[in-house]
């Protein structure tokens, strides 16, 4: 269960708690093309996600009731579609925000909105936008974000609690708190104009950003580093003495 109180204009303030379902972007998908009022800011939360899904077509895996896993229904009708990186922008800063209030340093944000610390991934985030016209509908943000999980198959996964070492159990309804809060604010600064801000500080906390790496794009590896992104989110890659911009599918960190 969770109870929360946020000190929200609207995220947040109507949460549906799932005890056990598939996907709970599913599940807000299901709840805007029911047709009813679904108000902006809904949280649909569950402890068991039985097929959670990530970006690429991947699955997102997490052990019942120990992490965060949720979806938040905004309706973002102020961004034009060709605008709607700037929506994964506020989202990964709001969870990024809220992070660094609890551990000290090592965060970042790999393009386009993983969340990581050091070279392990704690969180992801999975958009999905319906659209009304030029401009976005609804949109489905779904997080999950690793929290009192102490045990992965994976090695480059980790947790809220693996990092910081907190000998108890976080208590989930308050990161939740917290963790809308913050992404609250961010989204009220796209709403208002401000994107600028919020892209400085992606860039500023962005994984292997200005550093040499490799890449792989259509299974060839190349040496480059990453220099921004451009206004629809494509990341740009100096490589060779050229910039190449790379949409979401095209490329791939090499680790
Ligand atoms: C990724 O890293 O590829 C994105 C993972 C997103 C997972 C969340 S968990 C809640 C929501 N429901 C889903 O089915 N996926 C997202």
Redesign the pocket.
């Known amino acids: 269960m969770y109870k929360i109180q946020p000190n929200t204009l609207f995220t947040g303030k109507t949460l549906k708690y799932l005890p056990s379902c598939h996907?709970?972007?599913?599940f807000a998908a299901q709840m805007i093309q029911s047709g009813d009022n679904v108000f902006e800011g809904t949280v649909i939360i569950t402890d068991n996600?039985t097929?959670?899904?990530?970006?690429?077509g991947?699955t997102?895996e997490?052990s019942v009731g120990q992490n965060l896993?949720?979806?938040l229904i905004l309706k973002p009708n102020f961004l034009k579609a060709s605008d709607q990186f700037q929506l994964n922008v506020a989202v990964s800063m709001g969870v990024f925000d809220f992070l660094n209030e609890l551990i000290d340093g090592g965060l970042s944000v790999k393009w386009s909105n993983?969340i990581y610390f050091e070279d392990q991934?704690m969180g992801?985030?999975?958009i999905e936008n319906t659209l009304q016209g030029y401009n976005i509908g609804y949109s489905i943000v779904?997080?999950?974000l690793n929290i009192n999980q102490v045990e992965f198959q994976n090695i480059r996964a980790t947790s809220l609690r693996n990092i910081t070492r907190n000998p108890q159990q976080y208590d989930l309804s308050e990161m939740l708190k917290k963790l809308l809060e913050h992404i609250e604010k961010n989204y009220l600064k796209i709403k208002n104009n401000d994107y600028e801000s919020l892209k400085i500080s992606y860039l500023n906390n962005m994984y292997r950003f200005q550093e040499w790496h490799y890449f792989r794009k259509n299974g060839q590896q190349f040496l480059g580093q990453i220099i921004g992104i451009d206004e629809t989110g494509k990341l740009a890659i100096e490589t060779e003495g050229m910039v190449l911009y790379f949409d979401f599918k095209e490329v791939e960190f090499v680790v």
């Open positions: 996907s709970t972007n599913d996600q097929a959670g899904r990530g970006q690429r991947n997102w997490a896993t949720f979806s993983d991934k992801g985030i999975l779904g997080i999950g």
